[in-house]
């Protein structure tokens, strides 16, 4: 699932490729990624694109009117969504991918979902997966967007005494504290391994016995392990679209890299496996070397943990 790095290269390429163009039509492939009714899909047909923001791990495409389409062809690409008033936000969720092609490009037959129309090309949305889980809202007014918000801090922005409060609301496992939009925004399975290693912390101590001192850790640990993937996908995309997005990249040091050493110890990496979900940990830099059996996993899983990221992206409050 793109989480924050990711998604915020999306952002910015998007605001290249888009920001300040009309888009001419949507046009649409599969039934299930519009999710909303009112307005209409339509609405947004022959509207300029006025910000592209993120929300958690969603991209929102805010539209404005239509009117001065043609004049801001070749206007930067805006950054405040001041005076747009509809929204597309979309939800990739696990498969689901961009990809900038030349304009009309056809969408393709099994995994196309959508494509979204410019003048100077087209933007497909795919998702390569049987499941399609991908969604497509379409808002009107900021007001409306806020439903989106789970409400979990920027980890980028937050001070450590809103993190430390944040991940201390409630009794987790740190694994799925990380991995809770209500908590953080933007931070997924794969980051939060990342994340986890960087902080030599074990995804299954529980927040309410973390002292001071392992939040602090695990903040810092937060920011560097976001701006360190961040900078790096930007220069990898550098003016171009990002069409390689993967939770498994080689330069990660624990996350898809199971039974390979750990680049800090070189000790072979843990996985833990849960419904379609694979966490992987070291247990040399971050349980002391312990690992943990398959009952106490299984209790833990049961207990604690997601049985899909999916489900707990899903989970309403409360
Ligand atoms: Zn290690």
């Known amino acids: 699932m793109p989480e924050l790095p990711d998604v915020t290269v999306y952002v910015e390429r998007l605001r290249a490729h888009v920001g300040g163009r009309v888009l001419r039509r949507v046009r649409m492939r599969s039934a299930f990624l519009l999710r909303s009714v009112d307005p209409p899909l339509s609405a947004v047909d ?6 592209v923001e993120r929300i958690g791990k969603r991209l929102v495409l805010g539209f404005g009117d239509a009117e001065d389409g043609a004049a801001a062809h070749d206007a930067p690409a805006p950054d405040d ?11 990739l969720m696990i498969a689901g991918r961009l990809r900038w092609k030349a304009p009309g490009a056809a ?11 410019f003048d100077d090309g087209t933007l497909v949305l795919t998702e390569a997966s049987p499941k399609k889980r991908a969604s497509l809202h379409v808002v ?17 922005d937050a001070s450590p005494a809103a993190f430390a409060a944040a ?15 209500r908590v953080l925004s933007g931070v997924g399975n794969a980051y939060s391994d ?25 903040r810092v640990a937060t920011v560097e392990v976001l701006v360190e993937w ?18 498994f990249r080689p330069g990660m040091a624990v996350h898809g890299k ?32 312990k690992l943990l059996a398959d009952r106490v996993l299984s209790r833990l899983m049961k207990d604690d943990w997601p049985r899909t990221l999916e489900e707990l992206e899903d989970r309403k409050r409360g």
Do not use: M, W
Request: with cysteine.
């Open 107 to 117: 969408v393709p037959g099994k995994v196309g979902l959508a494509a979204f129309d």
């Open 140 to 156: 009107r007014g900021r007001q409306a967007l806020a439903a989106f918000d789970r409400g979990g801090l920027e980890p980028l």
């Open 81 to 91: 969504a001041s005076d747009a008033d509809l929204f597309l936000v979309l939800h």
């Open 194 to 218: 990342e994340i986890l290693h960087r902080a030599r912390l074990s995804p299954f101590k529980r927040t309410a016995d973390a002292t001071d001192d392992d939040l602090e850790r695990l």
């Open 230 to 247: 961040t900078d790096a996908l930007r220069a990898e995309v550098g003016r171009g679209f990002p069409d390689k997005v993967t939770a």
């Open 258 to 289: 199971y039974g390979e050493p750990c680049p800090v110890c070189g000790a072979p990496v843990q996985r833990i496996l849960y419904a379609e979900n694979e966490a992987n940990y070291c247990a040399g830099c971050q349980t002391g070397g």
């Open 46 to 51: 022959g509207r300029v694109v006025r910000s």
């Open 167 to 181: 991940l201390r609301r409630e009794n987790h496992t740190f694994k799925r504290a990380l991995t809770d939009p």
